[in-house]
C-alpha cells in the first residue's frame, strides 16, 4: 500500500475530524463532492454535519472561521486555490491574525491553500503566498514538502491554538508517495536535514526541497556533497538548523518558487547574514521564480520557476565563489 | 441611553482636552437605535457593535469602566492598551471587538452562532450592526447572505444616517431604500423610526424574537441623523440642513424624555437626578481610570500568537 | 452556437488527447444565453465573458483563431503563451481578459463605462457574465452596486445553472430568484428561459437596448443547465436528473434546430451543411495553430512592468 | 511660505489634474469633503466631475480604476488607510499587476495608501503594506520621507504607464515642511544619499528617514560618520545606490517600519550580502518594528517601531561588530 500527499492530507483532515469533535470542515465544493482536488473526499459521508458546503465568499467563509474558533470549536477552511486567498485577505490577516493578540482570546483554524505552480494552471491558479501571510504577525505558515509532513504538520496545524496557512503544493498532491504514515513527526517549528553535505547547504521548502534533492544527486556525481534543509514551517523559521549547517559547510544557497522579492530565501539570507556572519566563506545565494506573474505555457513555466537544473547551475557557480 | 449620552459627552470633552490618543467616535442621536437592540440581547447572546453603539454594549452589559480603559489606553482593560476606542470588547462574553474594517463582523458573528448551534445551544441571537455606507462593503453581502443560506439568527442592524462619513446616501447606493435589499437574501427586513424610541424596541425586539424563535436573519433598517460628526475631529458640515431639520433630526434623548414626562412616568426633578447619578458614575470611572498606570513597554508581553513555542524570537535581530 | 459548440467540442476532444495542458471549460447548453449576449453587443461596446461564453465571444468578434491560440498555448495568440484558456482578451478592442477571480471584471467594466462617458462617447453598452455561483462574491455586490450608483450602462448577466461546480443553489443563496436582487441594488431586472434562444434574445436584447438608451444596468437572470462539467475533468454527476429532464435540460442548440427546421426556414441538409462547414473552419484553425512554434523561454521577454527602466533587475540574483 | 507634506501631495493631484485631462480621482469621500486627511480638499471644486466620491468597496474602486486605466486614462484612488487596502488586496495584485504581462496593456493608475504608525491608531489605521505590494510582480511602489519627494513622485507616479502603490506616511502629513516645491527631482528607481558618512550606512525609506537621521546626528556627537540612504521607491530597489554607499562605509544598518518577516530590510540584505559581500566589514543588520499588530497606547506604540533611539543603538552595536 502506498499513501500519496493528498491522501494524507485527506487522512489527516479524517483524523482531526475523528478525534475531536471541535472539529469541521468549511469551503467550496468541499461536501459531497470532495472538493476540488478531492482533499476531502468522503468526510461529509463519514462526519455529517460537519464537512460544509460554502457559497463563494472566501472573506465570509475566513470569519465564519473566525467566529467558530472564537467558541472553541477548530475549523478547517479550505480555499480552492491558494490564490483566491487574496478575497479573504482581510479576515486572514487582520482578523484571525490578530485576535490573540488582541483579546487574549486565541484562534484556532486552519486555512488550507493548495500552492504553487502546475503545468497549465497559469496566473491565477499557481501562486505561492507564504509571503504575504509571513510577513503579518499573528499567523503561523506551514509549507510541508513530504507526504510524512503533510500529514503530521496538518494534524500539528489544527491541534495548536493559533491561526495557521498550511500551504499545500498542487504538484505533489498526486506524484508524492511514501508507504506509510507517520506516527510520530518532529514538531513544527523545526527544520529538517534532508540530505547531508560538507560542500554548501541549500535551505528550502515546499517542492523546491525536490528540485534541491535531485540537483544534489546531480552535483554529487560530480563529487560535490550538498546539504539540503527543508525548513518545513517558514513562520516560524528555524534559523538554528539553518546556522548549523551553514556552519558545518560555509556555503548557503536558499531556493524558493515564490516570487523573489522579499520573501522566505530574503528572509533567510537576511538572519544567517547577521547572525551567522562568520559562518560564510562565500555571500550567500539565493533563486527564486522570476519577477512576472506565473505562465501558462509549460516551457514558459518550467523557466519561470527554479529547477533542478537551475538550482544546481546555481549550486555550481556557488562551489566556484 | 442617558449613560451612554454622558459618557460619550465626558470622551469628547477629554479628547478635546488632548487626554485621548486617536480618535473618538460618538453615538449621539443613534441611542435609541442601539439600546433598542443591546437591551434585547441576553446572556449567551453574542454581539458585534459598530462605532456608533455605546447605548447597545452597555445595554448588552459592557461596563463604563471597560469603555473608559479602553479609550484611556489602560493596561487594566479588555484590550489591555493594545486597541482602543471602539475596538473593544470581550469575546468570551459574547461582545465581539470589531476590526476596523466594515462588514467584516458579519460573518464573525456567523461562524459564533453556527459553533453554538454546534454545540446544541438554544434560542441564541447574534447581533451586529452597521452604518449605511457599510452596506456597500463586500464583507456585508458575503456574510448576510452566508447567515441567510444557513439559516442563522443574526440580526442586521443598518443604521441609516444617511451618511457614511461624509457622503451622502445617493452617492452610496441607488436603490429606494435599504430595505430592498431584504428579499434579495431572502431574509425578513423591517424598517423603523429611529428617533422613536418606543418605535425603536417594538420594531427591533421583534426581529430579535424572529431571530431567537427561528425565523433565520433579519435585516433591519432604522432611520435616524448622528448629531455628530463621524468622529470627534469632524463638524459634520456636510449634513443637508433640512434633514436636520426634519423629523428625523429630532434628538432621541429628548424625544424620550419628553414622552417619559408627558406619559407622566418621570418629572424633571427625576430625570435631574438620574442625570446627576450617571455623570457622577461616569467621572468616577474616569477618575479611577486615570489613576490607573500607564502601559510599560519593557515588561510587555510582545507575543502575537498564543502558542509560546511558535514565536518567532529571530523576527527583529536588532531589537 | 453552432460554431462555439463544435469549437469547444473540439478543444474538450484535444483536451482527452493531453494536448492542452491545464483546464478546459466550456458553455455547452448555455450558448444560445451567450450567443443573445455577444450578437447585441456591437464595435465600441466592452465585454467581459465568463468561463462559459464562447458563444458570446465569437458573436462579439472573438476570432476562433484566438481561441485556439489560447488554449495551445502560442505565442501568437492574444496571451502570448503567458495566460489561457479562458482568461483571454484583447482589451482594446473592448474584450476583457478575465481574471479569475469571480466577480472582479464587474467594476472592471464599470471602469471602462466610465471612461468611454468621460471622453463622450454615447450610447456604450459595457456586459459581463456570471453564473449563480458568483454572485456570492463580495465584489459582484461591489461591482453592482457601483455600476447603479453611477447609473453606467452595464448588463449583468448570471447565467443561473443551479450549481457553482458541485454547488446546488440551495447553498449559494437564499432568496426565491436571483432576480429578487435587482430592487436591492435598484437597477432593472429581468428573468428568461436560457434554453429558448428567441426568448433570449428578446429578453437580453432588451436589457441592452435599455442600457444603451439610457436605462442604467441591467440585472438579467438566464436560467439554463449546463450540459458538462464544470471543466472538461468534471464528469458533473451531482446534477440532480430531476433537473436535466426538465425543460431547463433541453440542450438550446436542439431546441434552435428543431425550430429552424419547424418553421421551415432551413432544412435538415443545411444544417449538416453548416455544421460541416463550421468544423471545417475549426479543423483548419486547429491545424494552424498546431504548426505555430511553441514559446522560447530564453528569448521571452520577462518585463512585468511596461516602464522597461523600472524592472527589477536584481530581482532574482542567481537566475 | 511653507508647503507640508500633505499639502505637497494635494498640490502634486492639482497639478495632475490640471496638466493632463487624463486623470481623475476616486476614493471615498474625497469630494467636497476633501478627504479624510483632506489631501484631495478642494480639487473637486477646481476640477469638477473629476474629483469622485465613491461609496465604501474598496474593491470595486480598484477595478473601476483599472478599468478607465485600460481606455487610457489617469486615475488616482484614495484609500482611506492603507490598511483598506487589504479588501483592495485582490484587484491590486491580480488585476492591476498583471494586467501588462498578460495583455501587454498598461495599467496607468495610482493608489494611494495613507500608510504608518501615528501615535493612538492602533492596529488596523497604522500599517506600512510596501511588503506585500513589493512582493507581487508588477506594480511599482514609492515612498516618499520629503516633501519634495511627495511632490515629484508622486506626480512620477501619475507619469508612469504602470500601477503605482504610493505608500504616503501619515506621520509627516502636517509636520514635515518645506520651503517651496521642487521643479526637478531624482528619477523614480533612485535612491538618494541624504547624508555623508565613512563609518556606517543606513539604508532606509519613509518616514524612518527622519529617525535614521536624527540618530546619525546623535552618533556624530560621539565622532561617528554615519552615511544614510533613503530609498524612495523599495520597487524598484536601487541597489547600485546602496551598494556604493557601503562600498565606502563597509558597514550595512536597515531600518524599516514594518514588520520584521521579509520585507525591504530582507530584501536590501539579502542583495548586499550576495552581490557586495566583499564590501562589508562586518555583519549587515536591521531594525524593523515588532512581530505584533501595532498598539494603540501611545508608550507602547512607541516602543513598537524604530526611533531615534533605537536606530543609534543598534547602529552603536554594529559599529562595535
Ligand atoms: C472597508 C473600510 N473602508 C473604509 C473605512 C473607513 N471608514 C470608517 S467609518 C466610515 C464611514 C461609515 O459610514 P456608515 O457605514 O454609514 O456608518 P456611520 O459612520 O454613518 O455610522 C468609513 C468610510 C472602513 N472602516 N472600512
Ligand atoms: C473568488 C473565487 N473563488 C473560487 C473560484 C473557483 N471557481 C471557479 S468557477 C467556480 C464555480 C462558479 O460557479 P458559477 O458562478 O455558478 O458559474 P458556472 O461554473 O456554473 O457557470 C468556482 C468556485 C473562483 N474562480 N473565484
Ligand atoms: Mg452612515
Ligand atoms: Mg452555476
Redesign the pocket.
Known sequence: MSITYLEAIREAQAKALRDDPRVFIYG?DVGKFGGAFKATKNLQEQFPGRVIDAP?S?DAITGFAVGSAIEGMRPIIEM?FAD?ST?AFNQIVNQAATLYWRTNVSCPLVVRLPCGGTSGSGPFHSQSLETIYSHYPGLVVMTPATVEDAYSMLLEAVAIDDPVVFCEHKLLYYHLKAEKLPTEALPVGKARLVREGRDMTVVTYSAMVHESLAAAEELASDGWEIEVVDLRSVKPLDTDTVMASVARTGRLLCVGEAWPWGGVTAEVIARVSAEGWGLLDAPPQRLNAKDTPIPYHPNLWAAHRPTARSVADAARRLLRM | MLLSRVLEEKLASLYRAGKIHGGVFVGRGQEAVSVSLGIQLRKGDVFAPSIRDMAGRLAFGESVLDAVRTYLGSPLGPMRSRDGNVHRGRPQEGLLPMISHLGSMISVVNGVLFARRMSGAKEVVGATCLGDGGTSTGAFHEGLNQAAVEKLPLVMLVANNFYAYSTSNDRQFACRSLLDKAIGYGVQGVEVDGTNIIACLETIGGAVQRARSGGGPQLVIANVLRLCGHGEHDDASYIDPKLKNSPLGRDCLKVSEEMLLREGWVNEAQLAEWRAEVVQQVESAVATVQREPAPDPYQHDWTAVSSRHLQELHADTSA
Request: hydrophobic residues 50%; glycine residues 0%; aromatic residues 16%.
Open positions: 467550496e463563494i472566501e480552492q483566491f478575497v
